[in-house]
Nanobody, 115 residues
Framework: QVQLVESGGGLVQPGGSLTISCAAS????????WRWYRQAPGKQRDYVAV???????NYVDSVRGRFTISRDFATTTVYLQMNSLKHEDTAVYYC?????????WGQGIQVTVSL
């Protein structure tokens, strides 16, 4: 089992920056693929970014150039640095980890972009 806990969410003004994190614990000895998703009110959960065990990263077009996914092997934590935030980035953000054939999810954290 792997447990994921997100932190760092909150309220930020348009144009501002925020970094959210996802800390993993449990059986995390195997290579992991990490993803961030988000779900806005009344909408489906959408993919945002991925970082593979190789270090390769990818982003959805709407955040490319503004968001950066990174990881810290020492603390088994993944980050999503979000810059130039827009109103439409408001959502609950979820981290996901794929370990072998299993997929794990965090509980989600609110990010609100507003004046």
């Amino acid at each position: 089992q792997v447990q994921l806990v997100e932190s760092g969410g909150g309220l930020v003004q348009p144009g501002g920056s925020l970094t959210i994190s996802c800390a993993a614990s449990g059986n995390i000895s195997r290579p992991m693929t990490w993803r961030w998703y988000r779900q806005a009110p009344g909408k489906q959960r959408d993919y945002v970014a991925v970082i593979f065990s190789s270090g390769t990263r990818n982003y959805v077009d709407s955040v490319r150039g503004r968001f950066t996914i990174s990881r810290d092997f020492a603390t088994t934590t993944v980050y999503l640095q979000m810059n130039s935030l827009k109103h439409e980035d408001t959502a609950v953000y979820y981290c996901s980890a794929v370990v072998g054939a299993s997929v794990y999810w965090g509980q989600g954290i609110q990010v609100t972009v507003s004046l």
